[in-house]
């Protein structure tokens, strides 16, 4: 992937070839500016790669889809409409807002509490109830892949470990295949299944670790008591060689 | 926890409230009487011959002519006039620059080539094209709404395109991934981001909409206020000028706080609280 720009070209991106399974969880890190919002932006269908292609379900992405949902860094929760209105946003723009889907979003605002808030305004909420509210928001439009964009980096670090533990739950009890961007290892250990470490930009894909941890009911909270953790920590660590 | 605190009132906060409220009663006193004293002492000095109110007026005089305006059937005939055309003009101006800067947002190559020629515009003395106006239009209410039009609108256009040219694009692009298209971008996000913008421009749009009103009725001098003032300073009758910039004043302010009310308004309804 590369952007033209007057000043020259960035090569973004270069050589990816990555396959994902359904229902797997990717993280992916790498030294800031290598390329990791490009990626998810290729798979979201935001832009369009200069060269190769991006297969979802079989299918070349050409543009936005409703098969993929995307968290952005901030929760971007609309001050203007109330709470059940934020997270019906993406159904409106879709012009798929029905009685049907309408029922579904309040399932989710019910099953996830939330729905107590619906008629709430955003800044009356928690960090943590909103980045739950944006996740909602992306819920509601079914996607089968979500991309979640340094989705918890603008929280405070209690809230942060909460919130992850939070929506890893929604997405394994949705069934959703999910592809996390941090540039936090220890994050991206304790909710993946698989690790990609980009490298510095052009970003190539430098490894990827299988993340496999001996703790039963995983969840991004326990397994860091795993003894295999401290393992992937240091082997990830050293793969992104940080000099400060 | 914060409501239990919030129902039973400490003494000290109490008395700190108490404190609050004298200090703002106390200023609003002394707002009020600043203009009392002001106009005593000029009625004062008016009586004494200190000042010659054949040039300065006096309160008093300025009294007996609103009731002469008012005996004769004028005054609110003036007022109607220039309030109408003031409030026309202010409606219109904001409308079309929010319009054109919706324009400006769609088409970011007519907004590069327009900038120059907007930011020299809004630097010229619009009032330079008043006797323009009157020869194009002809000299009537409508060159001096275009007046009014013409002061707000270049303003309104840069205010309101450089609010929507602000507006987050992470926003932006949270509604691409939904698929959003341009209209909806504009509909879903950037009209309701900008809208804070919208509401002070049109704060400063209504001050400049009288300025518009004002000059355009000294040069079509057929009715109004503008054209009070400006007759009785030809015919030299200082009385009827100052009664008419104190209605002005009256009138300016009034319209003034009719948009910071209709500002809350919407803003109560539109937002929570
Ligand atoms: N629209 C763009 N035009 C030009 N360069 C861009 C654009 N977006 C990103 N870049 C550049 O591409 C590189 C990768 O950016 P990004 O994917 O945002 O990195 P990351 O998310 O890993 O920090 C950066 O060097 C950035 O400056
Ligand atoms: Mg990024």
């Given at each position: 992937m590369k952007y033209q720009s007057l000043n020259g070209e960035i090569?973004?991106?270069?050589?990816i070839n990555l396959h994902v399974k359904k229902g797997e969880f990717i993280s992916i890190v790498g030294p800031?500016?290598?390329?990791k919002s490009t990626l998810l932006s290729l798979i979201a269908g935001l832009i369009l790669p200069t060269s190769g292609k991006i297969l979802l379900n079989g299918k070349m992405v050409t543009g936005t889809s409703n098969e993929v949902g995307y968290m952005l860094q901030?929760?971007?929760?609309?001050?203007?409409?109330n709470i059940l209105g934020n997270a019906l946003l993406g159904l409106e723009i879709r012009n798929s807002l029905n009685e049907e889907s309408k029922q579904y979003v309040v399932e989710l605002l019910k099953t996830y509490g939330l729905y107590e808030f619906?008629?709430?305004?955003?800044?009356?909420?928690s960090g943590g109830m909103r980045q739950r509210v944006a996740l909602i928001r992306t819920l509601a439009t079914k996607p089968d892949i979500l991309l979640l964009?340094?989705?918890?980096?603008?929280?405070d670090y209690q809230t942060r470990l909460a919130v992850s533990e939070d929506i890893y739950s929604i997405i394994k009890k949705e069934k959703k295949t999910a592809i996390l961007v941090t540039h936090d290892i220890a994050e991206s250990i304790s909710m993946a299944d698989r690790v990609v470490v980009l490298s510095r930009r052009?970003?190539?894909?430098?490894n990827i670790y299988e993340i496999k941890l001996s703790?039963?009911?995983?969840t991004p909270l326990s397994c860091?008591?795993?003894?295999?953790f401290r393992y992937y920590f240091n082997k990830i660590w050293k793969e992104l060689d940080v000099h400060v | 926890m914060s409501d239990t605190q919030l129902q039973t009132i400490s003494k000290e906060h109490a008395e700190y409230l108490r404190k609050v409220k004298i200090r703002k009663t106390m200023i609003h006193i002394t707002q009020v009487l600043l203009v009392v004293v002001l106009f005593i002492l000029w009625e004062i000095a008016g009586r004494l011959k200190i000042i010659d109110s054949f040039i300065t007026s006096q309160p008093s005089r300025i009294a007996r002519t609103l009731a002469n305006l008012y005996r004769e059937g004028q005054l609110f005939r003036h007022i109607f006039i220039t309030c109408a055309e003031t409030v026309t003009g202010f409606i219109l101006g904001t409308l079309a620059g929010t319009i054109i800067a919706i324009i400006l947002w769609w088409s970011d190559f007519l907004a590069r080539v327009l900038e120059p020629h907007l930011v020299i515009l809004n630097s010229l003395?619009?009032?330079?094209?008043g006797p323009i106006f009157i020869v194009w239009i002809g000299a009537g209410p409508l060159s001096i709404i275009v007046m009014a039009i013409a002061v707000s609108v270049i303003v309104t256009i840069l205010e309101v395109w450089n609010g929507f040219i602000s507006v987050d694009p992470d926003k932006i692009k949270l509604v691409k991934t939904f698929g959003a298209k341009k209209w909806q971008i504009l509909t879903k996000v950037v009209l309701p981001s900008a809208f804070p913008t919208i509401i002070s421009a049109l704060k400063i749009n209504v001050g400049l909409s009288w300025v518009g009103v004002i000059v355009g009725e000294f040069l079509?001098?057929?009715?109004?206020l503008g054209y009070l003032i400006v007759y009785g300073g030809q015919v030299f009758q200082l009385d009827l000028v100052m009664t008419s910039v104190i209605i002005l004043a009256v009138a300016a302010a009034l319209m003034y706080q009719g948009v910071v009310y209709l500002e809350k308004l919407i803003m109560r309804s539109s937002f929570h609280k």
């Open positions: 090569t973004a991106l270069e050589n800031s500016g290598c390329g901030r929760d971007h929760l609309f001050d203007w409409r619906k008629d709430k305004y955003p800044n009356q909420l964009d340094e989705a918890f980096s603008a929280l052009p970003g190539t894909i430098k703790c039963e009911n995983r860091r008591d795993a003894p295999e | 003395p619009k009032i330079a094209l079509v001098s057929k009715a109004g």
